[in-house]
């Protein structure tokens, strides 16, 4: 069992940069999969970035070379770095941890990319 809470989001203009947070209620070493993802308006959610235990990344294409996703252990907490923002980055942005016990989301953060 794992609570996320997603924070970080916010109203940025084209080309901005923001720095999202994964706060998990318990020690994220032992968790197998934490991933982000994002579900824009009348869209479904997809997958933008995720890290295992042993600290491969992987990332969706329309985000590679713009987000980073890491891990600080002794705060329990998962980040994306997202740069070089574009309006369809606009989103709600959802962290998940998939672990033996099942799959956990937390309840999101609003992205807006807009001019």
């Known amino acids: 069992q794992v609570q996320l809470v997603e924070s970080g989001g916010g109203l940025v203009q084209p080309g901005g940069s923001l720095r999202l947070s994964c706060a998990a209620s318990?020690?994220?070493?032992?968790?197998?999969?934490m991933g982000w993802y994002r579900q824009a308006p009348g869209k479904q959610r997809e997958w933008v970035a995720s890290?295992?235990?042993?600290?491969?990344?992987n990332y969706a294409d329309s985000v590679k070379g713009r987000f980073t996703i890491s891990r600080d252990f002794a705060k329990n907490t998962v980040y994306l770095q997202v740069n070089s923002l574009k309006p369809e980055d606009t989103a709600v942005y959802y962290c998940?941890?998939?672990?033996?016990?099942?799959?956990?989301w937390g309840q999101g953060t609003q992205v807006t990319v807009s001019s």
């Open positions: 998940k941890a998939l672990m033996v016990t099942g799959e956990y």
């Open positions: 890290v295992t235990t042993g600290g491969t990344t």
């Open positions: 318990r020690d994220i070493l032992y968790i197998d999969f």
